[in-house]
């Protein structure tokens, strides 16, 4: 009798163990989970945050850009040009803070001039090559130690992106929106893009990447007073990278107000051809870096100043966004 009490005592007391452990258990899964949502909630709050003062750094590049197209050109010597180092902006952000928590919150960026850059799309128009350009294409190659035979397959891959479907007959082509034709390939939107050109290989389009652009129109002109050596002497008919880095010199010293003005200093080029060149900008990139915490964002933004806008001269359009 003793023995099965002493027995009975034992399975009493383990029995209690074991829902004593499953209790702690059930409680730490508890709080476990409820850390987990406080930390979640939390990290949405810090990308939030993240992307509010995006926004506020491309609204302060926009207000900078808007003042500089009032001057009649665009040169490296502008205030535009001038990057901003990373800032703390702790004091800016109303936050509630843990008492011994490290919070830091910076912001950096630059504005860099996409006309200074070679517009792919200028390859093709309406899904035709335009055979002047590959020429510019093939002089870019050439400078930047790449295969100058690239610049036909990408200019076939920019035009065939570029296809159209034809108008019914008996349609005003005017007031049809037509879709690409189908079948074609997809239409050129960034410069990542060229890697599904046959035979051009990934290190080719990184060493082409700080040098080539993706912009909306397929009409575009470089900006001589902020275009690199290499694209000033590809745009440039006859040029060498001698006589690009010998304009840029002089540039440094007193930029070109016009084309004309640029064309005294010059004095070169080939009859019968007109380069696309032009000494203001309308389309820049806005980069931005943002660190709040643990969150961090990259970001990337195309705008238009001004341009073709007759109603607001100096407004700025963001055309694309792309952050990491």
Known sequence: ???RLTRQRGVAVVTAMLLTTLAISIVASLFWQQQVQVRSMENQRLQSQTKWIQRGALDWASVILRVNNNSNYTSLDQVWATPLAETRLDQYIERERIQGENFDASLSGQVLDA???????NLAKGGIVEKSQVEVMRSLLTNLRLEARLAVPIAEFVAAGQQLAPVPENTDPTTVVRPRRSGAPM?????????????????????????VIVLP???????????????LAAVLPGSSMSEANSLIAQRQRTPWIDVP??????????????????AKSTY???QSRIRLDRAALDAESLVQV???NLINPGSVNVIWTRQN
């Open 187 to 211: 239409r050129l939107e960034r410069v990542d893009d060229l890697l599904m050109v046959p035979g051009l290989k990934p290190e080719s389009v990184e060493r082409l990447r700080p040098f």
């Open 284 to 286: 820049f990139l806005v």
């Open 261 to 278: 003005n640029f064309k005294l200093t010059w004095k070169g080029g080939v009859e019968g051809v007109e380069p696309r060149i032009t």
């Open 217 to 231: 129109s397929s009409n575009t002109d470089v900006n001589v007073n902020t275009a690199s050596p290499e694209v």
């Open 306 to 308: 001004g341009g073709s």
């Open 1 to 3: 009798m003793h023995r």
């Open 115 to 121: 006309t200074a850059r070679y517009n792919l799309n």
